[in-house]
């Protein structure tokens, strides 16, 4: 008897460390209308992200998951990449732990040489979710 190998379509996702408990995102790679769906969730507010407003790039440490939370000209752009590794399901679904990197990239009119010191600044965030497939 040989076993079905699935990719997920769909993860959810949620902070694991005291100050990220508040952090909570859903992620379809696919939907009804064919486009991937992030929506992410903090103290400071929600976020719905759909088809092109989501980037992938695949690398060796597994899919990045790009989302820009804020822009601010003249001030700074966050954005959130998620690390979303290659699953396998077997069976229902699976648990994992992932990393989200919450970046701030100061920004200028001027351009990032009248920056002061770092450029960018990040905060890693610990998740744990599940994955799972909705799509057959």
Sequence with gaps: MTSQIDEPDQFDLHGIEHRHMDVHISYSTTSITGQPLFNYKDLKGTHNFTGDEIGTQKTVVGTMVIVTLESV????????????????????????KTIAIRTTNKTTIAGDSLVKGAVQSYEVLDLQGTAYSVIS
């Design 73 to 96: 000209p003249n001030l700074h752009v966050i954005t959130l990449t998620l690390l979303m590794p290659v699953i396998n399901l077997d069976c229902s679904e699976r648990k994992f």
